[in-house]
């Protein structure tokens, strides 16, 4: 008699980890950037322009560090619960978010070091024009929510639809009372 136990997914904590250093970024620089900007540059001898364009830099790394870290983490753990169909699309919407995130984000750090003025110039003003960080978290965001609902199905959290109920609309009563 063989007793084999059943398979048990490892929780995504390295996926947490970086999503959670990311928040500790993102807070540090927003803290830096509110209270003590005058403070920090002077210690770092550096003018408060120059430390406003890395705090954005360092925040816009946080902001990527949140989403990426979040969105592997609820991949992994619909992969182990089962794949439902929200659960593809979640991805897909987080990987777009993330990436349209990250290209602005090269676009700033390209721009603030003076290196290919032609390719951060086109992107940066891409980004002014469509409010390319809203389109992103937009995305990102609608990823994460995805992701939730599938991970929610697949653990089938809300049960499941008995055959003989009909869907009902709004007004409807979903359970008659006798």
Do not use: C, H
């Amino acid at each position: 008699m063989s007793s084999k136990l059943p398979y048990v997914a490892k929780a995504p904590t390295g996926w947490l980890v970086i999503a959670f250093l990311g928040i500790g970024v993102y807070l540090a620089t927003w803290v830096i950037q509110l209270f003590f900007l005058q403070t920090v540059a002077d210690f770092l001898g550096l003018t408060l322009v120059g430390l406003a364009g890395y705090l954005s830099i360092a925040s816009g790394l946080g902001s990527l560090l949140i989403l990426s870290g979040l969105i592997a983490a609820l991949w992994r753990a619909n992969v182990a619960a089962g794949l439902s169909g929200a659960s593809g699309l979640g991805l897909a919407l987080g990987i777009a978010g993330v990436g349209i995130l990250f290209a602005f984000e090269v676009a700033l750090v390209l721009d603030f070091f003076d290196l290919e003025k032609g390719l951060s110039a086109t992107l940066l003003n891409v980004r002014r024009a469509f409010s390319g960080d809203a389109l992103g978290n937009v995305l990102a965001f609608a990823g994460l929510a995805a992701l939730a609902v599938g991970l929610a199905r697949a653990v089938r959290l809300f049960g499941r639809r008995s055959p003989e109920a009909k869907p009902t609309g709004p007004g409807e009563n979903a359970s008659p009372r006798a």
